[in-house]
Nanobody, 125 residues
Framework: QVQLVESGGGLVQAGGSLRLSCSASGHTFSSYGMGWFRQAPGKEREFVAAIRSNGGSYYADSVKGRFTISRDNAKNTMYLQMNNLKIEDTAVYYC???????????????????WGQGTQVTVSS
C-alpha cells in the first residue's frame, strides 16, 4: 500500500524559508514522477512543482526562482525548499506520485493516483 507523509510545514514570516519533505513507503519510487500541489482556502488545488524519475524538474511560474524540488531515491523522499516566501504562498501543501508522469500530465492533479495528507504552510506579514 502506497503511503505518502508530508512534514515541514509551519508558520513563517514573509521573506522566510521552509523545507517540506515527503516520505514515501509501500513501493520503490525511483522510477515514478513526484509532485507538489497546494490548495488555499476557497481555491482549487494548483500545481507547484514536479520532478521526474530522471531528475528533471518543473515549476509553476508563481514559484519559479524561489522554490526548489529535489528527491533522494535512496530515502524514498522528495523535498521542496521554499525561499523568499510570500503571503500568497499560504496553503496546504500536498505531495503526490504519478507512476506514469509525462511532461504533458505533470501539472494535472487528477492524474496523480497517490496523495499525502497535506501540511499547512502559513506566511505572515
Amino acid at each position: 500500500q502506497v503511503q505518502l507523509v508530508e512534514s515541514g510545514g509551519g508558520l513563517v514570516q514573509a521573506g522566510g524559508s521552509l523545507r517540506l519533505s515527503c516520505s514515501a513507503s509501500g513501493h520503490t519510487f525511483s522510477s515514478y514522477g513526484m509532485g507538489w500541489f497546494r490548495q488555499a482556502p476557497g481555491k482549487e488545488r494548483e500545481f507547484v512543482a514536479a520532478i521526474r524519475s530522471n531528475g528533471g524538474s518543473y515549476y509553476a511560474d508563481s514559484v519559479k526562482g524561489r522554490f526548489t524540488i529535489s528527491r533522494d531515491n535512496a530515502k524514498n523522499t522528495m523535498y521542496l525548499q521554499m525561499n523568499n516566501l510570500k503571503i500568497e504562498d499560504t496553503a496546504v501543501y500536498y505531495c503526490a506520485v504519478d507512476p506514469s508522469m509525462t511532461i504533458w500530465t505533470m501539472r494535472i492533479h487528477a492524474r496523480y493516483p497517490y496523495w499525502g495528507q497535506g501540511t499547512q504552510v502559513t506566511v505572515s506579514s
